[in-house]
Structure formats: structure tokens, C-alpha cells
């Protein structure tokens, strides 16, 4: 954790008071309340919402009844129910509520209410200092009263692990009322040395250099922060840049977007270092005030996903119009959450129509050939991966994956030579990528090829990725492979300790302790490699071993292979 977010992250969650249970007997409606809870803890907020409501109207002034139901409201994104529950929350005697705070705060600001947000800040509302400190400044431009909204702005700069935070909406709110030398100052570093800001804030000051007529200044701002590479939210300014058309500055246009603003940022700085939940509520204050955050909706959407709420989150994806630039990527987000419900076709569907109207995007194709590889379609996933390869011309060293997977698919269709060229081809991009290495040398391994570069391929894999189970696994059957079982041995016991269900694993294991004359051992893992739901032909084999043995299956094998390759050279 870095450590600025090490500093603010208290300051920044809402207080852990919401998930405090209800004591039992405040529970009026037992079995609303159960049901309500259970959706809480698994995050169905919809659900969590109508139960929630159920109990509230036997009882409308039970505190941790209303505070649920804030919780699940602003968790849907319905503010309107949210604020209604927290005003009758407000109205309680007790401990004050920081979820009704934030409620009512996001109804404040959708009307632009100013003097109530400075209002209720002079009596104590708490959402988080930081959020205090920013809603603070933006309120008072709200009001007019730029000269205070800097000097509030500039409080919260003096603040450690503030700093970033007050230096960058300072920037905006002087952007939003015109000042774009001021903004520039702030966001070029030459105000207060150099503030980190993520991909938002770039296009922000895209916009502000583009209002000072430096166009070229933020082309060039654009190709040092994203590269070259085709990126539909990208292309989109790139172009009005060329062309040497003004791009309005957009990203704050009113004190409501500044607060929006607020509570994306923070959520920004939550993401992945807190509980997702949290990180939600904090987007949804910023996607209700500004429905064209997108942004905000896309994260929203992603951490959605994160909570296992798909439908939720394919219905967020799905609020972005044709035109918008982020379609592209929220329809790559939709088809994922589609995957996530177990609708593989509805998603595959989604892609295609993608890759027809956006065939230029490479990601549009990496995400259809994922699917398709997903579902086993393997040669309509290597003509996807190809048209990915033929846009990435010459490819770059992040490009190795593309020809992994569609080498991935050549492999699974039975086309060794073009699936080793692939790998190959691979590795040249990115000589030490585990993955990469453990596939082609566990490949070639398997096929009894090139036995002394396969085991230094798969060395190597092992020493960049260490703990990974299947790696090990593959070192262990090299070394099989080449008839050194006792030196098998050890590394195929760490690999079943890594990988304790794995089928594969566990019948490699079986098959190193027969080697090594274990042959109850053996017997014993063969078995429980079985119960592991291996495929059925690995399954067959596994069953034989159990009846005749190693020694024999290996000899049958053998006996065959001799045969098929006799055929052949007669033919």
C-alpha cells in the first residue's frame, strides 16, 4: 500500500458503524430483517433494498432498519428512496449517521443546494475528512465565492496525504471558472512541483491546453501519458486535437460536477485498498450527480463485478450509447459480466457485433477470442487472435500474449507446428514469461520432443514464478519424461501441496511414486485423482492403471504408437 493511501484511508471510508447488526429485540419483522441481512452479506442490493423496505414499514423509526435500507438504496443507485430514509434517519435521537450525511449530501448537490451542504457542514455533517474538506471548497464556488473556495482548497494542499487531492481540484475549479493559465500551472507542476493524476485527470488538462490554444502541447501530453496505440477514448480528443478544433474543458463544468469529482477521486483512492463496498457507495454519489461520468460508471460497473453483482453491473455497461467513447469499452465490460451470469453466447454475440463496427480496436478481438477459446471454439478463436495480430503490426514486447493464446489454440486443435511457432514467436516478445515457457516446454515434453530444451525451458519458468503448482508440476514431468524419477520425486510432492485438487497433478504424482516402487501410494493418489472429475479420456487411463498397472499402460502405449508410426511410413 502506498504511502499516501496508508495516510488517508481512514480518512477517507465512511464509518464501519453501517454493518452493525440489529440487536434481537429491535428486530420487528424478523423474517424481513433475516432475509435483508443475508442479502447485505452477499451484497444483493437489490434485494437487500425490498426486504429492508418490508421492515421499515412496520417500523420507520428503527435507526439500523433505515440505515440498511440507505445502504442498499445507494448500493442500486436509487438516491430518491436513499434520501428519504435518511431523513427519517436525521430525525432519530442517537448517534448521528454518516451514510444519511452522505444521502443527503448527494440531494443537496443534485439540486445545486449550496447553502444547505455549507449549512449542514457549519453543524457537523461528517463524510469522511477529506470528502468534508473538498464538498467544502466546491460548495463555496457554488455560492460564488472563489476567492474562499481557494483558500480552502489550498487548506486541504497542507494537509499530509491531502496534498495531490487539494492540489488537483484547485486545478478544476480554476478550469471550471475560466483561469486555464491557473489550472495549467497547477497540473504542469510548475505551481508546486509535479502532482500525480490518473487517466482522467491527463484529459483534463488535454482540454485546459486545448483552451489555450496548444493543441500540439496536448497531443503531445496525450502520446507521452497513453503511447500510440489505438484506444477509442483516446482517439476521440486525438482527432479533434489534429484537426485544430478547440476542445471545451468538460471534465468540471458546475460546483456539482466539483463534488462528483470529489467522491470519484476518493473513490479511486479506495479501489482495491478497501472493501469494495465502500469504494461503490463513493461512486454512486459521483455517477447520480453526473450521469455522464464514465469514468465513474465504468468502475462502477467493474467493482459491481468485483461484489458479484453481474446483472447489476451488465446493466450499467449497458447505459453507454453507441456514440459515446467509452462504448467500446463498456461493451467489452458487458460481455464479461454476460460470461459472468453463464451467458457465453449473449457475450460471444455482444463481441462480434463489436469487432464488426470497431474491427480496429485490438482489444474488441482479444476479448472475443477469450470467450471463444473460453467455450472451446478454438478455430474461431485463432481467426479472432489473428485479426488481433494483424492490427499489432509489428507487434510489441505486451504483445506476446496474443500469439500465447492463439498458439493455445493451434495446440488444443491438434496443430502442433503452428502452435510451437506461436510460442515461439512469443517468447521472442518476452524471453522470461513463466507462462509461456512452462506451456511450450510442458508441450514438448508430452510429446517427447526436445526433451533438454523443454527442461530448461520449464526451469526457467519455475525460477520466475515459483509458487505457481502446475509449474512445478511440469518440471517434475521432465524430469519423468526423461526417466528420472527420483529427482521427479520432490518436485511433484511440492506441486500436489500447491495444487492439492487438480486432477492432473495428482495422477502425475500417482504415476512418479510407481516409478519410484510407492505402488500403494501410487494406487492411492490414481484414485484420488479420479474423484477430482478429471476428463473421461484421462479418467479411462487412470482406471487402467488402477487395473494393470503403469508398467503395462505404458507398454500398451507404446505397442500403439509403434504401430501408427509403421502405418505411416508404409503409406
Partial sequence: MSPVITRTLGALLLSAAIWSPLRAEEAVDPGAYLAARVAEAQNDFRAAAIWYGKAIVADGSNAQLLEGAILAEIGIGDFALASEAARLRQKLEGEPSQLADVALLADEAQREDYAAILAAAAEGRDVGELANALVLAWAKVGEGKMSEALEAFDAVTKKPGFEAFGYYHKALALASVGDFEGADEILSGRAAGPIYVMRRGVFAHAQILSQLERNADALALLERSFGTAADPM??????????????????????????????????????????????????????FLRPDHSDALLLTAEVLQELGQHELAADTYAGFAPEDPAFVTAEIGRAGALRSQDKADAAIEALQALARSHGDVVDVHFALGDVLRSEERFDEAEAVYSAAIDLRDPPTADDWVLFFYRGICHEQSKDWAPAEADFRRALELNPTQPQVLNYLGYGLVDRGEKLDEALGMIEKAVAGDPEKGYIIDSLAWAYFKLGRYEEALTPMERASLLEPVDPIVTDHLGDVYWMVGRRLEAQFQWRRALSFEPTEKDAERIRRKLDIGLDAVMADESAAKGAVEAAENDD
Fill in 234 to 287: 483516446v482517439d476521440a480528443v486525438r482527432r479533434r486535437l489534429e484537426a485544430g478544433e478547440p476542445i471545451p474543458f468538460e471534465t468540471v463544468k458546475t460546483a456539482r460536477d466539483g463534488i462528483a469529482e470529489v467522491f470519484f477521486s476518493i473513490s479511486t483512492a479506495l479501489n482495491g485498498e478497501a472493501d469494495p463496498v465502500y469504494t461503490l457507495l463513493h461512486l454512486r454519489v459521483a455517477g
